[in-house]
């Protein structure tokens, strides 16, 4: 994307194209996380990930072999095609995890794959400038491509079941104790042509099938609102650091953040190995809290060295925060689950999308610090109203178990309305 960026306003000169550009790609992804759902039910998540990176792959090479006259409609593709297909890829992605390695491994397999795109991360941060710079734009473009070519190699050799992965059977758990609603949604979806007509009440019917979990993918699109703000302001925060070398900023908060990212990947899987449970809804509600707090800080004017440290601790509360929500929706059926992800990839790139825009004209008229605070304090407020949801929601099936023990002592069978409800509450 460092490449692209360059490119894009290298070619047109214009500022304006960037945008655009930015524009096109989260658009695609917002469409792309409308329909992944409907693809799951008809294709293998695996034929899904490898034509993605197929389809990746090519449009750099074709981007690569345009000629200057149709430059500018080849970048708009490759917009469309990147934005798409990364969509389409990580959701498949996600919610096949849980049939690669198992139910009880996937905190753990979320963990790793965090881990490996925060590495990947530093590693093409830091090397798109010196490739740009040393080499130019066609090389960085074919080793783009050569590792969508990687990728694909790489789900051709995964150990995925060839069922189509949001027809496929549910787990034996999820009938009966839950409210039906994974076994309503799987005839839609198992039903050929039927299913494409139905995908926007199904997707919602995912939202349905976990108590709170609608407030949950809410409060990530908020979050993604509030990353909107500090990957808009950190350049204009560097440049008024030191003018002459912004980049130097920059570069070194976003290593700082990923380090304190993979450092809690390492916790969150010995955890997950140890005691053989992940880190829940309430995670991912404190791990928000704290991530945003960080981001508000890291524009105070603090010394740098407190300031690596507050990086340090964004890092990780954000590393918490994307396996505790990964590893939740993937309890879900999954004849659900990718519907779910679906979702929510619409409503992230939808809080992105929005957040640029609103924070691009704000940072006009206000300073980094106030635009990063008013957009990361939404985040924080509704994940303290979504924590109050889930810690009153654990008092009442702790209240729920008790009665039901009153119950079984006193007639001998239990009571079934309180038993539902304290096994969906869990869920």
């Not at 924590?387 to 069978?413: C, I, P, S």
Request: charged share 15%; aromatic share 8%; net charge positive.
């Amino acid at each position: 994307m460092v490449a692209l960026n360059l490119f894009v306003y290298e070619t047109t000169g214009r500022a304006l194209a960037m945008g655009l550009f930015m524009a096109v790609r989260l658009a695609s992804g917002f469409v792309a996380g409308l329909v992944v759902g409907g693809l799951l039910a008809r294709f293998s998540a695996k034929s899904i990930m490898l034509w993605a990176n197929v389809g990746q792959g090519a449009v750099m090479l074709v981007l690569v072999l345009a000629p200057d006259g149709l430059l500018t409609g080849a970048l708009m593709a490759v917009s469309v095609v990147i934005g798409a297909c990364g969509t389409l890829f990580m959701v498949a992605l996600r919610s096949s995890i849980p049939e690669m390695v198992g139910e009880d491994r996937r905190s753990w397999a979320n963990s790793l794959s965090i881990t490996g795109r925060s590495l990947a991360m530093v590693a093409g941060f830091a090397s798109a400038g010196v490739v740009v710079s040393f080499v130019g734009y066609t090389a960085a473009f074919l080793l783009d491509m050569t590792t969508f070519v990687v990728c694909a190699v790489t789900v051709a050799l995964l150990p995925i079941a060839g069922g189509k992965g949001a027809g496929s059977p549910a787990p034996k758990g999820s009938e009966g104790a839950k409210d039906g609603s994974a076994r309503q949604d799987a005839s839609p979806a198992a039903n050929g042509g039927k299913s494409g007509r139905r995908w926007r009440p199904v997707a919602f019917l995912a939202l349905a099938a976990a108590p709170g979990l609608g407030l949950m993918v809410a409060l990530r699109g908020v979050d993604a609102f509030g990353s909107s703000s500090h990957n808009a302001a950190l350049p204009i925060y560097s440049t008024s650091l030191d003018a002459s070398n912004p980049a130097v900023f920059v570069s070194a908060f976003w290593c700082v953040w990923a380090l304190g990212n993979i450092g809690a990947q390492q916790v969150i899987q010995r955890y997950a190995q140890r005691t053989g449970r992940s880190v829940g809804a309430l995670g991912f509600g404190y791990g928000t809290v704290v991530m945003s707090a960080a981001f508000i800080a890291a524009f105070a004017g603090f010394p740098l060295a407190v300031t690596a440290v507050i990086a340090l601790i964004a890092g990780a509360a954000d590393g918490l925060t994307e396996v505790a929500y990964t590893s939740h929706l993937q309890t879900l059926p999954a004849t659900l689950r990718g519907h779910a992800f679906g979702l929510s990839a619409t409503f992230e790139n939808l809080g992105f999308g929005v957040g640029m825009i609103l924070v691009a004209a704000a940072l006009d008229r206000f300073s980094p610090l106030a635009v990063v605070g008013w957009s990361h304090g939404a985040a924080i407020v509704v994940a303290v109203v979504f924590l109050l949801r889930v810690a009153g929601r654990g008092r009442a099936g702790r209240t729920g178990r008790t009665g039901l023990r009153k119950e079984e002592a006193v007639e001998g069978r239990p009571d079934r309305g309180d038993r539902d409800g304290a096994e969906v509450s869990r869920g």
